[in-house]
């Protein structure tokens, strides 16, 4: 039947590029290489060497779930923000086309990568939008580099991955690591990946679940390393959940992973600057399984930042 997948990053990429994001390829440092899609305008060209300007809209960026790279995770939100702000969507590394020569696999250290990225793209200030693991990745972004990040949207997220967040997702999900999860070689593992992952995920044949596997998981070993890394021992975790940035939890209902009780506690421990919401009829990926009501409510949370920042300046 051909891989579908194939087929379809091509045509989302397009589509991308229409909506005026594109593709870039930054040198962090020798051995580290970034992809990530900015917007057209803020790439120049002189003397045939490529030049990077600031934005001139405000500044979002994107940060993924593990299960996939940014553009396909975050293009139906793409379509949806281009128009007002300046949209920048990385892959972490061992994601998409971000690669390091280096050892460390922590959240910190993809946080660093970004940071160090947006740095070189021009980028002195953002909102960020972080899912599951891009949630956590921002998180250790807001406390390293609070100049940078300026707000958080979180989604099925936590503040830190610990031992103990780990074993409860472990017994609901009959688990014994998250590799279990998100690395699956076979096509009944990815099929639980997606159940889990969605609220309601839509029949699909199996020739589609054999083209993902062949295609979705790259760099096995470095993306179970960063797994492995993810989980903080509860003695080590941070105690400090006081960020300078406000901070606003949108959830789906039926979160299977980190549930609304969850979301509930972390909206507590985080205090009176963060807010939550929650959508309906939507699991673990909600930007992916509700993009209109998902769409909405982010960019409803977008304009009120941004209106906050006028007033701060």
């Not at 999860?181 to 990946?193: A, C, S, V």
């Not at 470095?222 to 939890?249: F, G």
Request: hydrophobic residues 40%; contains cysteine; proline residues 4%.
């Amino acid at each position: 039947m051909g891989n579908i997948v194939v087929v379809l990053t091509p045509l989302i990429h397009g589509l991308v590029k229409l909506a005026g994001l594109t593709p870039q390829n930054i040198e962090i440092e020798p051995g580290t290489l970034m992809h990530i899609w900015v917007p057209k305008e803020t790439v120049t060209k002189n003397d045939q060497n490529i030049v990077y300007v600031p934005p001139t809209k405000p500044a979002v960026l994107l940060l993924h779930s593990f299960a996939m790279d940014g553009i396909l995770t975050w293009f139906l939100q793409v379509f949806a923000l281009t128009r007002e702000y300046a949209v920048y969507v990385p892959d972490f590394l061992f994601f998409g086309g971000s690669i390091t020569d280096r050892a460390e696999r922590s959240a910190s250290f993809q946080a660093e990568f970004v940071a160090k990225g947006l740095g070189k793209l021009k980028v002195d200030k953002v909102a960020l939008v972080g899912l599951s693991y891009g949630g956590m990745v921002g998180f250790k972004m807001a406390k390293l580099y609070p100049q940078l990040v300026k707000s958080m949207v979180m989604s099925g997220t936590v503040i830190e991955l610990t031992e103990s967040i780990s074993r409860d997702s472990y017994k609901r999900l009959g688990l014994t690591s998250w590799s279990d999860l998100l690395m699956p070689d076979t096509i009944e593992g990815l099929k639980r990946m997606f159940s889990v992952g969605f609220h309601k995920f839509p029949w699909v044949p199996d020739f589609i679940y054999r083209d993902l596997l062949k295609t979705m998981f790259s760099n096995r070993k470095e993306r179970n390393e960063l797994l492995r890394d993810l989980v903080v021992a509860d003695k080590d975790a941070t105690s400090h959940t006081n960020y300078s940035q406000e901070i606003h939890m949108v959830w789906g209902d039926d979160d299977k992973i980190f549930n609304l009780d969850l979301a509930m506690t972390m909206r507590t421990q985080l205090g009176d600057k963060t807010t939550l919401e929650w959508i309906g009829d939507a699991g673990h990926l909600v930007p992916l399984e509700q993009p209109f009501k998902y769409n909405k409510r982010l960019k409803c949370i977008l304009e009120r930042v941004a209106k906050n920042h006028e007033h701060d300046e």
